[in-house]
Structures are given as C-alpha cells and as structure tokens.
C-alpha cells in the first residue's frame, strides 16, 4: 500500500498533535503530512514525531496534491474547502459537523458499521460523528447485538472544552475570580461555568439542544437500530477536559450480569474497569513489561490547564488589584491567628490519628494511604482516561427490579478518542479495508 498524502485542516494545536502522532505510527510522516488552518492558527508550530511542524494557509493551492484531508475545527472553513479538495480528487473527511445529515455523506464509527463506506469515488465526503455520538455508538453496539435496544438515557457531563477555547479561558478565569472572592465579569461570558452546573439551553420550543437533538437521530442510524430511543440531557461541568456520561439502557430482553460484563468487553474500542484488558493497560502506562503482540493504549500525561492558568491569572490579577490584596492578606492574617490556637488543640488528636493510619486501623483506605501509591480507580473520570484511545466503562449494574435495565458510568477523551481516534480509523478503513 502507498502511503497516502494527508492534510489535517482546521484542528486546534492538541487535536493536530494527537492526529499527527497516530498518523505518524502508521508511516504518514514528512512530506506524506501536511497541516493547515486558518487565521488564528497558520504560522504556529505543532511537534510531530520529536520535530516541530509549522502549520501552513489552508487554502486550494495547499490542498492541490493531497489524497486524503481532514477537516476539524471551523465548520466554516470546512464548507469552503470541502468542494475545493473534491474538485481535485481528495477524499475528506469532516469531524466539523459541517455534512452531518446530507444523505450522501456517510456518518462512520468504523467498529460500529464501518462495512458502510463501501467503494469510494474519487472526491467522496466521509462525516465523522460528534465525538459524543462516537463514544455512545461504540458502547451500545455490543448490547444492541446482546438483545436488542429500546431506550437510553443519557446525561451527559461536558466539559468547558466543547464550548472551545473560550470557554477554557472562561474557566479558568471564573474559577480564580472566585477563589480570589471577586465578583465575576460577565460581560465577556454571561454563563458562571466555574464550580457550577449548566444545563445545555434548548433551541427551539421543544426544550431540546441541538446536541441533544443529534445524539437522538445519529446514534440510532450508526446502531443499524431506528425504533431505539436515545434522550439525553447535556450538562456543562467545571471540568477543562473529558467527558463522562451516566447511561441507563433499556433492552429489549432480561440479561444477566455476566452477560453485560462480557458483552462489553467484546466491544471495540471499549475497556471495562477491572477487566483483564484495563489492569493490562494500567500496567502498560505504569512502564510494566506487556507480552508480544499485546495491543494496549498510547496514552499522555493527563492535560490539567488549571495549576498553569491559575499562576498566570494570579499574577495578572495581583498586578491589577494590589489594594484589594493587602486588605485580603490582613483579613488571611487574623484568620490564621485564631487557626493556630485550633491547631494546638488538636495536635494531639492529629497525632493519634497518624499513628492508627501508620498501623493499619481506622479507615479502610488506611493501607493505600500509607503505601503512596493509589488504588486501582473503579470508575475513572476523565482525568483518568486523559489520553486514552479507549472508552472506559464502569459501574456497570443490572437492574434487580427491572432486569431488561441496564446502567453504567462511561469516560473519555472526547478530543483524542472521539475525534482523533476516529477520523484516522476512518482513514484506515476508506485506503487500507483489509487493515
């Protein structure tokens, strides 16, 4: 097989890197990659494979002599482009949302109905879904083949990274403002995301976000399933990155236990937590040996903006409220007067305390405590699964009353898993089918 010449399009510097990286594994290096963007990120640089790239105009000229090109980021700039990589014999890909619901642009999560794509002619459009609808197809897909699905109920805990980069920034710069005991401005971004909830807003007289609206038509056309039902409630969560979902599926059938676990484990692109599979890959992120041929997940250190953010915020808003600050340091001063005559009290309980977590007694997490090490996480959030090409399941429960209910706790990387991940399979699957 040729390697084929592939330009990423309109992707963020983290999301370019993560395609970058997985392409690169598959021998899309040099001259075989190309990346470009629009006004905010051409002229940037993304390392790719220890080297630094710089990110190029995203223009016709620059996608004359690709083969394949992947569009992330602006939808805008995807409709633009699209038609130009098509008069020139390119096939795209689009994870900007852009061609999702045109009859002749295939929706593909390749282990859930890859065998879809079929023959392609030269210029096709490919649609990868919402990282969202990724993530629910790759989990539904081994119960709908356990029995059938009726209905899921999903709530949705999205994260401030779907709302872009401006709302990480909005984060980051409530979450100090109220820590700082600032009042908030508004005026940039009317929403409080930091240490709150926010339901999605509806669009329309039906209550329903778009989003929403998405997961409830999309989903069931990956799933071969159109009488299922998919509702789901989006919440916005004071979390930069990852998302994680509570899940309650109705099947068609009573199912057991075992046979959930099992059904799951099965699934592609799915890691169940305490399953074999997951303790190899925790092994394998530890630095453990893996034994020949096993395939585990590439996973990077977990991205938390907020210790950088908050430094660079603390000291921009220290720069600009100096007299609030000194009024705060003496309010802090006397508060901590009175702490230390509170702590002199208790200094000796705190150390009969210490002494029964050094023996063992007390709480259960006395032994984990005192070894420094963590215990292996039964239901990982998505600062645990940071990186990971997987979906983590967990929790999964049979309901006792109800045994056609099934419920779970699911968490992943929505860019790397839900974008990345599935743009690339989608490439592997259109240039290499036997793959």
Same mark, same amino acid.
């Given at each position: 097989?040729?390697?084929?010449?592939?330009?990423?399009?309109?992707?963020?510097?983290?999301?370019?890197?993560?395609?970058?990286?997985?392409?690169?594994?598959?021998?899309?290096?040099?001259?075989?990659?190309?990346?470009?963007g629009g006004e905010e990120t051409a002229g940037e640089t993304v390392e790719v494979g220890g080297r630094r790239v710089r990110v190029g105009a995203a223009t016709r000229e620059a996608l004359a002599d690709v083969d394949v090109a992947l569009f992330c980021g602006d939808p805008r700039l995807a409709a633009r482009l699209i038609p130009q990589a098509r008069d020139g014999g390119a096939l795209s890909i689009d994870a900007t949302g852009c061609t999702r619901g045109l009859a002749a642009v295939p929706a593909i999560v390749p282990e859930v109905n890859g065998e879809e794509i079929g023959e392609l002619a030269p210029g096709a459009?490919?649609?990868?879904?919402?990282?969202?609808?990724?993530?629910?197809?790759?989990?539904?897909?081994?119960?709908?083949?356990?029995?059938?699905?009726?209905?899921?109920?999903?709530?949705?805990?999205?994260?401030?990274?779907?709302?872009?980069?401006?709302?990480?920034?909005?984060?980051?710069?409530?979450?100090?403002?109220?820590?700082?005991?600032?009042?908030? $401005?508004?005026?940039?971004?009317?929403?409080?995301?930091?240490?709150?909830?926010?339901?999605?807003?509806?669009?329309?007289?039906?209550?329903?976000?778009?989003?929403?609206?998405?997961?409830?038509?999309?989903?069931?056309?990956?799933?071969?399933?159109? $009488?299922?039902?998919?509702?789901?409630?989006?919440?916005?969560?004071?979390?930069?990155?990852?998302?994680?979902?509570?899940?309650?599926?109705?099947?068609?059938?009573?199912?057991?236990?075992?046979?959930?676990?099992?059904?799951?484990?099965?699934?592609?692109?799915?890691?169940?937590?305490?399953?074999?599979?997951?303790?190899?890959?925790?092994?394998?992120?530890?630095?453990?040996?893996?034994?020949?041929?096993?395939?585990?997940?590439?996973?990077?250190?977990?991205? $938390?903006?907020?210790?950088?953010?908050?430094?660079?915020?603390?000291?921009?808003?220290?720069?600009?409220?100096?007299?609030?600050?000194?009024?705060?340091?003496?309010?802090?001063?006397?508060?901590?007067?009175?702490?230390?005559?509170?702590?002199?009290?208790?200094?000796?309980?705190?150390?009969?305390?210490?002494?029964?977590?050094?023996?063992?007694?007390?709480?259960?997490?006395?032994?984990?405590?005192?070894?420094?090490?963590?215990?292996?996480?039964?239901?990982?959030?998505?600062?645990?699964?940071?990186?990971?090409?997987?979906?983590?399941?967990?929790?999964?429960?049979?309901?006792?009353?109800?045994?056609?209910?099934?419920?779970?706790?699911?968490?992943?990387?929505?860019?790397?898993?839900?974008?990345?991940?599935?743009?690339?399979?989608?490439?592997?699957?259109?240039?290499?089918?036997?793959?």
């Open positions: 097989m040729i390697t084929p010449r592939v330009a990423i399009v309109g992707a963020s510097t983290e999301l370019s890197s993560d395609i970058a990286e997985m392409l690169a594994d598959r021998g899309v290096v040099g001259d075989r990659l190309r990346l470009l459009v490919v649609a990868s879904p919402d990282p969202l609808a990724v993530a629910l197809a790759l989990v539904l897909a081994p119960l709908v083949r356990l029995g059938g699905l009726r209905r899921v109920v999903a709530t949705v805990l999205a994260p401030a990274s779907r709302l872009g980069a401006i709302g990480v920034e909005a984060l980051s710069r409530q979450s100090v403002a109220l820590m700082q005991g600032r009042s908030l $401005d508004r005026a940039g971004f009317p929403e409080q995301l930091a240490f709150n909830l926010r339901v999605q807003p509806g669009q329309d007289a039906t209550g329903w976000a778009d989003a929403e609206e998405g997961l409830a038509s999309v989903v069931p056309a990956l799933l071969s399933a159109p $009488d299922a039902v998919v509702a789901a409630t989006l919440v916005r969560v004071p979390v930069f990155f990852g998302t994680a979902m509570s899940l309650d599926v109705e099947l068609e059938g009573e199912v057991g236990i075992e046979q959930v676990v099992a059904a799951l484990r099965a699934g592609p692109g799915l890691l169940v937590s305490g399953s074999p599979e997951e303790e190899l890959a925790r092994a394998i992120v530890g630095g453990a040996d893996a034994e020949p041929g096993d395939e585990v997940p590439r996973r990077r250190a977990a991205r $938390d903006p907020s210790e950088v953010d908050f430094e660079l915020e603390a000291e921009d808003d220290e720069l600009r409220d100096d007299e609030d600050d000194e009024d705060d340091e003496r309010e802090l001063d006397e508060e901590f007067e009175d702490e230390d005559e509170d702590e002199e009290n208790d200094d000796e309980d705190d150390l009969d305390g210490d002494a029964d977590l050094a023996s063992g007694d007390g709480d259960d997490d006395g032994e984990a405590a005192t070894s420094g090490e963590a215990p292996p996480d039964p239901a990982p959030g998505p600062v645990e699964v940071a990186g990971s090409d997987f979906v983590h399941v967990s929790r999964v429960r049979v309901d006792p009353r109800r045994p056609t209910a099934v419920a779970m706790w699911v968490a992943f990387d929505e860019v790397r898993r839900g974008v990345a991940r599935n743009l690339v399979a989608i490439l592997e699957t259109v240039v290499d089918p036997e793959a």
